[in-house]
């Protein structure tokens, strides 16, 4: 069985080498490099499963690598680290930019690694991107730019389908059979109620506002890309 393969991407070597030797302990495969115009050559030949990376480099930062892998590349999980980038404006430019964490250091290593398997354990991730903001969603869990949203199932589940069909209107009857697997009347109101608690949540993500079309359905926004990691 092939072993995961972690691209790790860090000058400090006082860090990487623990973090490098820990992880192949552990069962991952691990490719290293300490400067930031490799990065994205090794990253094209290997292949790997997740990057973990710093955000100051020599001769590239993480922001720059990043944005450029999210052109075309929205599935790898990319996790960041640093020790000196730590405003808001920088965390938030991470996430914007397509990363899935935002690590400060110092890190500890089963805490990583913990992060590393939970994200390699999920074989249907799916991602969204609407202008500079991410969505990536597994079962029930949903992030918003790296900001977890506290949903239930059927809420997931309603969002999903919205988000799959962005820009169309998603008829009643087609909720309620993909998601409670019947249409009976008596569930519109269960529906209602389901859309009013996803409008509450994403009220500060005014980009994925519901509307609601009269005598139809739902829908979200105008136009999206959507890859997914199947």
Known sequence: MLKPKILLVEDDLGLAIPL?????????????????AEVIPIYKKEMPSLLLMDIVLPHKSGFE????????DFQTPILLMTGS???VGSE???YESGAIGYMRKPVAPQAVLAQIRTLLSMPALKHYRIGRHEIVKH??????????????????????????????????????????????HELNSTLDHTIHSLREVLVS?????????????????KSIKESSNR
Request: charged residues 35%; aromatic residues 12%.
């Open 20 to 36: 490098k030797e820990f992880f192949e302990d552990n069962g991952l495969s691990v490719v290293h490099t300490a400067d930031g």
């Open 65 to 72: 690598i990043i944005e450029e892998i999210r052109k075309y």
């Open 85 to 87: 980038e730590l405003s």
């Open 92 to 94: 938030v430019r991470g």
């Open 139 to 184: 079962k029930q869990q949903v992030w918003i730019d790296g900001r977890e949203l506290k949903l239930r199932e059927k809420e997931a589940q309603v969002f999903e389908i919205l988000l799959d069909r962005y820009g169309y209107t998603v008829r009643r009857n087609t909720l309620l059979n993909s998601v409670w697997k019947e249409d009976r």
């Open 205 to 221: 993500s005014p980009y994925l506002r519901i509307e609601g079309i009269y005598g139809e359905g739902y829908k979200i926004g």
